[in-house]
C-alpha cells in the first residue's frame, strides 16, 4: 500500500483537483490518503471527505505544515511514502513510477520533474520559467514539483519533520546525490503564481528555506547538489535570451534580498500565492 500525505490549509479551491487525480484508476487498496487539514477555516476538510475511501481525513488546530506532515505521519500505513502539496497534480501512473523505483532498494527518495502550467500567466513569469526549465535545478524535482516520495529505509534517515521553512529542501539535503533520484519522464503539474509580485514573494520564501538550512544544517548542505551558475554563464551567449535572463535575475536579486532581510530580521512570513488558486480550481465532477 502505498500512503500519500497532504498537508492542506485552506485548499478548498484545489483539493478535489488533487485528490480526483491521484484515485482516478487507482485499484482498491493500493492507496492510502491522508489530508492533514491544519488551521482550516474553509470547507477543505469537508470536500476531501466526500471523496471517501481511500481518502482520509485529519483535522488539526495548529496552523503550520510540518506538524500537519508528522501528523500525517503517525497515521499512514504503508510504504513507499508520497508527501504532496495541496494544490499540485500527480496521477496514479506517476505514483506508482515513483513508488517501484523505490522498491528496489537502490535508491531512498525519488521525486518526479516539475511540469509548469503556465496559461494565464505574465509573460514575465513566463520568461522567468522559460530560464529556469534550462537550468540543473530543473532537473531535481526535490523543491520544485510539490512531491516527493520515500522508501521506508529513506523515512528512517531523519525522525520527525523539524519547524523549517523548505520540509523539501530539507528531506533532500538527508541524501547524497546517489541516494536520490528525479524521474525524468514522470511529471507533476505545478501551478505557479501568475503576476511577477506574486512569484517574487514566493521565490523569496523558497530562498530563505535555503538559507535557513544552510545555517541549521551546514554539514549537510553539500547534499544539495549541482549550482545553477555556470549554466546560467552559459546562457549569457545567446544573445535572444538576454530579456528573460533580465527577468530571471531580477527575480532571484527581488528574492535574495527579500529572504535575507527576513532572515537577518527575523521577521519571516508564509508568503502563500493565491492568483494560482483562484484562477485554476477545477473541482470535482
Known sequence: MISIVIPARNEAAVIARTLKGMVEGAAPGELDIIVVCNGCTDETAAIARGFGPPVRVIETIVGSKNHALNVGDESARGFPRVYADADVLIPIDAIRALADRLRPGGVLAVAPRPRFELSGCSWPVRAYFDIAARL???????????????SEAGRRRFGAFPNVT?????????????ERETLASIHSTVFPARTMGNLIAVTARAQYGNFE???????????????????????????????????YGLVTIQARR????RLRTDTFVWERDETSRAARHDLRE
Request: aromatic content about 12%; proline content about 7%; glycine content about 8%.
Open 213 to 247: 538550512l544552510a545555517r541549521l544544517v551546514p554539514e549537510r548542505w553539500t547534499n544539495m547538489g549541482e549550482s545553477n551558475h555556470k549554466a546560467l554563464v552559459g546562457l549569457f551567449k545567446d544573445p535572444s535570451l538576454w530579456p528573460r535572463l533580465f527577468i
Open 258 to 261: 527579500q529572504a535575507r532581510t
Open 166 to 178: 523548505a520540509d523539501d529542501a530539507y528531506v533532500r539535503v538527508q541524501f547524497k546525490p546517489h
Open 136 to 150: 540543473p535545478a530543473a532537473r531535481q524535482g526535490f523543491g520544485g514539483s510539490g512531491v516527493y516520495a520515500l
